[in-house]
């Protein structure tokens, strides 16, 4: 059944159009996700739907009585109710029940089974029992138990006020309290902020099985691939749909690109061969009608637009004046903390060169404290850690206090490089999507995806041999991500970085250290590995009770691994040569126009000397674009080859 249907959406900020044509399905049990660009309009587009603003134009249809539940980003409760209370008050309903139930149980005691109304206040009694059933009124205390752990909150906790939580704790209780109001249609607005692995990992499987249909966006891209199944993509100003989950979309989206690339090449061939019989056979009596034909077949073409998507991804990479030590770091029963208190210990690992380790685990276990240490920016408690020689630092901080609040987004970084010139620091921040007036921006002013591309701009300037990332992927979009991605695979130096990001560990590390309140645990990989090792400790604790008391490390083959590494660094290769032939074909594309315009001048057009001159360059110029098309198809097809292996 269809639940909510937009027609020909569109929304305007201020003159300009923030996206059009939009057309979207949701159906009943539906698992939809929404993705695009950070300013695309996704959130814009989820108020509409969710009936909280309307469109400037188009239609959103709901089938009637649609329950609509919309939880916002980071939206939190404020409450003076207990954490229990307020999710009891998704029950009143239910309460309302009970008390009518609890009514006709004292009217029938005061009843004589023989009174005439006896019957009838039994039957009505039998009613309201099986409402309260079918609404779940005999487990609904189990369920909201079963959420309240879920989300990480203990049953001694019940009795917390809300008010007294955290900004993060508060907005995963509201996303509790919507899950057990169970509206026909939730829609969710990253989701995933906040949240640790273990539950990001309930959460996913509490959705699969969610009895309504779902539409969320998120940047968490191994959560869009365990939820959903539809993806639909606002790019370019409109929406585009696709089937199955992330990495299917984004392999569906790449062919559906160098589809239509080609038939738009193809396109402008035939076009290019119309207008030119027309121009030359147009004058001729002989060949007039056939002209006609022609220049009428053209008038009633539908012409493609040039397929293009949000290409305004930031660009960068790290560099290094020196290589450091084979020994990067050793980090020998440390215990760190604060004011002498203990949050995690006794932690002991290493890193060597070329490393790149991920360290994971729950919220508030030390993990940011831990870097802080490593950094000397806290005193360690007890133990010791030793940087290797030739070290340099470059420091990812999650809570962005790198940055000074009062100055513009230019002097944060010519402040540190005055003898720089205005114009390379500028070209720099260009490559971060800092373009024209907003250099000038007041950081703090800035959006959080604002100041991460900043802090990223900052490590970029610098020489680094040892990144140090604390939650680099929070505020940065799905396509800035995979830019971050990039840039990390082609460092040649070394990696230490805390991530909840699965994707993103999946995508860059090479151990996994799994840090908990009295240790540390490490694992080659990724982060599937790191969950493959886990399952099979667990198989083998399952069979030999005594295995969960030995010491384990667990790993993959590492010639495996190899093989994964070099299989990255061959698709990067021939997605940088897709990407240089297609900024060649633009560059001579431009080109080409700017000639054609100069051959259309009145001036020019009389001239046969300039007129051949200029044509002898455009024979050139098309020449050299018929080359850099071959060059595009070729290694979009080879891109396209290595996708589907």
């Known amino acids: 059944m269809l639940l909510l249907q937009t027609k020909n959406v569109l929304r305007r900020f201020g003159a300009d159009v923030l996206f059009h044509d939009v057309n979207l399905q949701i159906n009943e049990h539906a698992r939809v996700a929404l993705v695009g660009r950070n300013g695309a309009g996704k959130t814009t587009l989820l108020k509409m739907i969710a009936n909280i603003t309307t469109p400037d134009e188009g239609t959103i249809t709901r089938v009637k009585g649609l329950k609509i539940g919309y939880l916002a980003q980071d939206q939190g409760l404020d409450s003076q ?21 609890q009514e006709n149980e ?3 005691a005061h009843l004589d089974d023989q009174d005439p109304t006896y019957q009838r206040t039994l039957n009505h009694y039998d009613q309201l029992q099986q409402r309260y059933k079918e609404a779940g009124g005999y487990d609904y205390q189990s369920r909201m138990r079963g959420v309240l752990t879920g989300f990480g909150f203990s049953k001694d906790m019940d009795d917390l006020s809300v008010n007294s939580l955290s900004g993060g704790q508060k907005t995963k209780l509201a996303l509790a309290k919507i899950l057990l109001q169970q509206p026909q249609l939730l829609i ?114 539908d012409r493609m637009a040039k397929p293009t998507t949000d290409d305004s991804s930031i660009h960068f990479s790290f560099h290094s004046d020196k290589q450091s030590g084979n020994e990067v770091l050793d980090v020998n029963q440390l215990k760190v903390g604060y004011d002498e208190t203990v949050l995690a210990g006794p932690l002991s ?24 240490t490593l950094l000397k920016q806290i005193p360690p408690i007890a133990g010791s850690f030793k940087m290797g020689a030739n070290i340099e630092i470059g420091y990812y901080d999650q809570e962005q206090q790198t940055l000074h609040a009062d100055k513009d987004v230019l002097d944060e970084i010519w402040d540190d490089h005055p003898e720089v010139p205005e114009t390379e620091i500028r070209s720099l921040l260009g490559s971060f999507l800092f373009v024209g007036d907003d250099v000038f921006k007041p950081i703090h002013d800035l959006s959080g995806g604002e100041k991460a591309r900043l802090e990223l701009t900052k490590l970029a300037f610098i020489p680094i041999n040892f990144l140090i990332l604390d939650e680099p992927t929070n505020h940065l979009d799905i396509d800035s991500r995979e830019v971050l991605e990039t840039a990390i695979n082609d ?45 099979k400790r667990q198989k083998q604790t399952s069979g030999n009770p005594t295995a969960a008391n030995q010491p384990h490390r ?33 560059k001579l594309e431009e080109k080409q126009e700017a000639i054609k315009e100069k051959m259309a001048q009145p001036a020019v057009a009389t001239d046969i000397a300039k007129l051949t001159d200029l044509q002898q360059e455009l024979d050139q110029l098309n020449a050299k674009a018929s080359k850099a098309e071959s060059t595009w198809t070729e290694a979009a097809e080879q891109l396209e080859k290595f996708d589907q292996a």
């Not at 890193?351 to 831990?370: C, D, F």
């Not at 190899?562 to 040569?577: G, V």
Request: aromatic share 10%; glycine share 4%.
């Open 188 to 301: 969710l607005d990253e989701p995933t902020n906040h949240l640790d692995m273990n539950v990001l990992a309930w959460l996913e499987d509490y959705l699969k099985s969610y009895p309504g249909a779902l539409l969320v966006v998120s940047h968490d891209r191994y959560f869009l691939d365990r939820v959903v199944n539809e993806i639909y993509d606002l790019d370019n100003q409109t929406l585009r749909h696709y089937r199955g989950n992330y990495s299917a979309f984004t392999k569906q989206k790449q062919a559906w690109l160098l589809t239509e690339m080609k038939h738009y090449h193809q396109q402008q061939e035939k076009i290019a061969k119309l207008e030119d019989f027309v121009n030359k056979n147009l004058v001729r009596a002989s060949t007039t009608k056939r002209a006609q034909a022609r220049r009428k077949q053209l008038e009633k073409m």
């Open 81 to 101: 109710n207990t954490i229990w209370h307020e999710l009891d008050t998704v029950f009143s309903p239910l309460h309302d029940l009970a008390a009518q139930i």
């Open 554 to 586: 667990q790993s993959t083959k590492q010639q495996s691994y190899q093989q994964s590494k070099e299989k990255q660094r061959a698709r990067r290769k021939i997605q940088r040569q897709v990407d240089a032939a297609e900024q060649e074909m633009a």
């Open 106 to 108: 004292k009217q029938l």
């Open 349 to 372: 690992f290493n890193e060597h060169r070329g490393q790149r380790i991920g360290i994971i685990g729950p919220n508030g276990i030390g993990k940011s404290t831990l870097l802080k």
């Open 491 to 535: 460092f040649d130096g070394t990696v230490l970085f805390i991530s909840h990001d699965r994707y993103f560990i999946n995508q860059v590390a090479t151990d996994v250290l799994d840090m908990r309140a009295n240790g540390i645990d490490h694992y080659e990989g990724n982060y599937d590995d790191y969950l493959a090792a886990q399952e």
